[in-house]
């Protein structure tokens, strides 16, 4: 059985320096030293020193840091663009729409609507019409986000800014397989925070490997995001049981993309591709698995196949490709195994289906067909650019396969009925569905993002993940100043029958129960 992504971390050469190298030329990018548990701890001290201000801060003065951080994306979007793509293997494209715009889009969305889900809100006082009942959405202290390496920028930004939206500090672990563009990434924020005069200490960057993401664990923060693999997200949540820390857990996915048979087929052809192909398919939310109507299959996979038939790929800052690199050697190592598995148990490669080593780390755009539901390749986690065709007979049956693995992230379905789309949409189980589209939730950031099952749970995005970084304190106060003593103690002879006639009164269904109630009522008062 092939191994999952999570066991397959090389034992670092040293455990004091990550070496930094480019996926898509194997070129040296640079050593980074490691921060150990000393350096994590004294950063969340610091940063907890520093969101006391930053937690009083105004709506207003988080407004400007996210326009100081929106400028700067804009500002530097290409170098950021290049550094992302060095450090990653992306393609330039990649790199510019699945993180410069996603930033851009949650900063935002932050400015337009952040305010509005983190101010005072009055709720229902329920019985007690006397008083007015708030709830308050304050900073929980200082959070700790974990990264994986698959979208370098957007891992650190993406939770960072809700969490200071909220009126948090942060600490970010990055990946040890992208730590080199961490220091730039730092100087996005460090700028924003000289700008408006508060310490820098507000947002730091921490860098290591597994031993560091685990010291931050334990560190006493307030809750820990963690964006990363299965059994890593299991390792936190036994780390978080020492200070019972709060987690957010958005781990893996094995998307399903279904295609029914009233689909647009050209439309489904793109999504399918962009679900595959997109960062060399090293997304949460790749397309997996594409579950195709009978009718339309032969056709589809004629299509795509053209299509990834055609796909350059090569490192995109020497010539232009349409398919990145795979980050490391024990990924590409994993999607060999996955496929060679797939195609010893009969599965068959259209095109592609193997690794390419002469220039970098890269895997051939790859069709495959002939999959079975319980072959590791249809189950497990790939996270490479291979397009998994499987035959469907109808929509029960691609429902069925589609929950059929232990992830639940998101989900794609295409059909021309919004009817019929809807209400595959609702029979999966996963935490996010694009109809007609590929990964749109997540650029809607009004919607929440995260996953069920083996995905992980909490969410990103939205209210709900803005929410997610607050401690949520309710209030009840007197609305008029009637001062009336609630006398329960000392203990009262009528106390009882009294209570059991206003439960009545209360919660009776039928006028005759209710009236009933009164007299017996009346009866305890009078007693
Ligand atoms: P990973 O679990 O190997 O590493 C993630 C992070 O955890 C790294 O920073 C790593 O150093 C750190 N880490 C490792 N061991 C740790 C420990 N014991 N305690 C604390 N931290 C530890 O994941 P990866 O290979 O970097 O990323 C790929 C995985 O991330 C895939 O499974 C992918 O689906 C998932 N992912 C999920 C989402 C989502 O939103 N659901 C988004 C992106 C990636």
Redesign the pocket.
Known sequence: MPT???H??TPPASPDVIECVEPATLAPLGRVPVDGPDAVRDAVARARVAQARWGASSFETRRALCAHVMAHLLDHADELARIVVRDSGKTLDNALMGEIWPVCEKLRWTIAHGEKHLAPERMSSGLFLHKRATVLYQPLGVIGV??????PLQ?VLGPTIPALFAGNAVVV?????VAWSAARFQRILDEAFDALGYPRDTVRIVN??????????RSGVDKVV????????R??LE?SVEHLTPVVL????KDAFIVCEDAHLEQAVHAALAGVFISAG????AAERVLVHERLYDEFVARVTDHASAMRIGAALEAPADVGAI?SDE?LALIERLVSDAVSRGARALCGGRADRARGRFYEPTVLVGVTPDMPIANE?L?GPVMVVMRVRDDDEAIALANRTRFG?GSTVMSRSPARARKIAEALRVGSCTINDFGFTYMAQDLP???VDA??FGR?NGREGLRACTNVKAILEDRFPLHMPAKIYPSDPKTYPLVRGALRLLYQPSLSGKAKAALELARALRS
């Open positions: 999952t992504a999570a397959l971390a974990i990264c994986p390496w698959n979208y891992n672990k990055v990946s040890e397989q290591g490997f597994g031993a560091t993401g685990a010291a931050l664990v963690f964006t990363g693999s299965v059994e890593n997200g390792r936190i780390g958005e781990l893996g996915g090293q997304s949460c939310m980050v990924q986690e996270f992230l993002f995260g996953g995905s992980g990103l």
